[in-house]
């Protein structure tokens, strides 16, 4: 794998939860990295509270990493 990853430093909160983001869906690329498989399953956890719940709160943690890694934005 190419990286991709070069730094947690970002100008802005926005850009930061934009890398959280990027985060969250990138740890789906690597855990499942079939993209037929992840499209097929797609319809079944767009629509379950519990599992866009779940996604939200990896999002949380990985922007609490990059909040963190930029002193938050002190």
């Given at each position: 794998m190419a990286d991709w990853l070069t730094s947690l430093q970002t100008e802005t909160p926005q850009q930061g939860f934009e890398l959280a983001i990027t985060l969250a869906?990138?740890?789906?690329?690597?855990?499942?990295?079939?993209?037929?498989?992840?499209?097929?399953?797609?319809?079944?956890?767009a629509?379950?509270?519990d599992s866009l719940?779940?996604?939200s709160h990896v999002i949380a943690t990985h922007f609490?990493?990059?909040?963190?890694a930029n002193n938050y934005w002190k």
């Amino acid at each position: 794998m190419a990286d991709w990853l070069t730094s947690l430093q970002t100008e802005t909160p926005q850009q930061g939860f934009e890398l959280a983001i990027t985060l969250a869906r990138k740890g789906v690329g690597y855990t499942q990295p079939d993209p037929e498989v992840r499209e097929k399953l797609r319809p079944t956890y767009a629509e379950d509270a519990d599992s866009l719940t779940f996604a939200s709160h990896v999002i949380a943690t990985h922007f609490q990493t990059v909040a963190a890694a930029n002193n938050y934005w002190k």
